[in-house]
């Protein structure tokens, strides 16, 4: 079952994954006023040594512009400057404007403190920030606070989420999916259903970081919770997706084959745009060191942006060339007839297995060439 988003070939929009990713993560900083306990990043109060310098910074965006030229019809990666909370990052403003002077469009994940003002979220949307991304992980303070083990942080998250709406600022908000959270995500839902934002993300649980702590849901309660998604997001104001848990793609596309649609009708669907996109095909992650890794819950470092370029580490490298051929994947997701599509959770794989070709273990499914 081919699919444009292969290696190789290239997608409905217009990327080819192997040339370019069509995100750029980049950890500004590790410092953050939060403790949170699934966090990726394991943040601390203060700045780790080695954090690139407002100079390393700014090459790291000249090198970014090596992905494509915009003035002859080739797009740029989006940058998403996350933490961490960037905006602990004193040079902020400045590599905004820098990035957005090479052509490069910027959203923010900034952490809910109370840096993250009424001011700050409207001189966001001043300066052409496209996005920002919330993180709400319970439907009352207990259960959220809980995570991010601040008290207040439920109740200033939601009034972000409005003020943000208030100023035209497009929000994702992020929830952690875990054994002790998944019970809580309709109510979520609803919450949010009375709110304003333009796109919900289910973040599935890698045990990384602080993570280690938590406790993934199984396969069997992952694809209950999926398929729940699934049917809510056709109904729900805002749009429904998952991050690391791929297989959220797979429920979608056999539900449309199911109802008889072809292939070609399925890749032309709107959902299509995430096929294929996982760690290290679509995405690419830079820490607050400069290390390059396939993604953020993917810590298997192929390269520093102090001594090497994120162009060539992206095209070139031998784990990241792998992650963007499924025909190198293992197990269930090598004999899986959607794995262009899918192509599962490597950052899991490997999280479990030491492998990131291994067959992601959250998903039940049986594929058709394995019986």
Known sequence: MA?????????????????????????????????CRHCRATAMPDAAPGELTTAEAIALLDDITGFGDPAAGEALPHLVMTGGDPLRRPDLAELIAEAQARGIGVSL????????????????????????????????????????????????????????????????????????????????????????????????????GRGTELTELSPGEAERVLIWAQQVGRSSAFRVKTTEAMHYRRLGAAALLRAGKSKEDVEAHPMSRAFGIRDGNGIVFVSNTGDVTPSGFLPLTVGNVKDSSLVSLYRDDPVLRSLRDPDQFKGRCGACEYHDWCGGSRARAYAWTGDPLESDPLCPYVPKGSL
């Open 3 to 35: 699919h444009p988003a292969g290696i190789g070939a290239v997608t409905p929009d217009g990327w080819a994954y192997q040339r370019s990713p069509m995100i750029v993560y980049w950890e500004l900083t590790n410092a953050c006023g939060l403790a």
């Open 109 to 208: 994940a900034p952490a809910v403190t109370p840096l993250l003002s009424r001011e700050k979220l409207f001189w966001m949307k001043d300066i052409g920030i496209q996005a920002i991304s919330l993180s709400l992980d319970g439907s009352d303070s207990g259960a959220h606070d809980g995570v991010r083990m601040v008290p207040g942080t439920f109740d200033a998250t939601l009034e972000a989420l409005d003020i943000a709406a208030e100023a035209g600022l497009p929000v994702q908000v992020n929830t952690l999916v875990t054994a002790a959270t998944a019970a809580d995500l309709p109510a979520i839902h609803d919450l949010l259903s009375a709110h304003t934002l333009q796109q919900w993300s289910l973040f599935f649980l890698i045990s990384i």
